[in-house]
């Protein structure tokens, strides 16, 4: 089962607290390691960040977490592949 994070702001926030927590679940042997993604909103456009290895280990999670970015509207998972192959 996937796990989810949302969050909209009337001002732009961070994500550096909940991000970390939310990855440090596809950590461990019985966990959400079949992937994760992120998807905010950077002015009119919006980010999309996803990758098919563990969110524990990322450098992404880490980039997102050290550069403070700041969004509004973000979507945000961890993923258990229940079929078929991680991509």
Known sequence: MCELLGMSSNRPSTLNLS?????SH???AV???DGWGV???EGPD????????????SDWI???RDH???SNIVIA???TATMGARV
């Open 62 to 64: 880490r980039f997102i």
């Open 19 to 23: 991000i970390s927590t939310l990855a």
């Open 68 to 70: 403070c970015l700041r």
């Open 77 to 79: 998972h961890v993923r």
């Open 26 to 28: 596809g950590a461990g």
């Open 31 to 33: 966990s959400l390691r």
């Open 46 to 57: 919006v980010r999309l960040i996803k990758e098919s290895d563990p969110a524990s280990d």
């Open 39 to 41: 998807a905010y909103s």
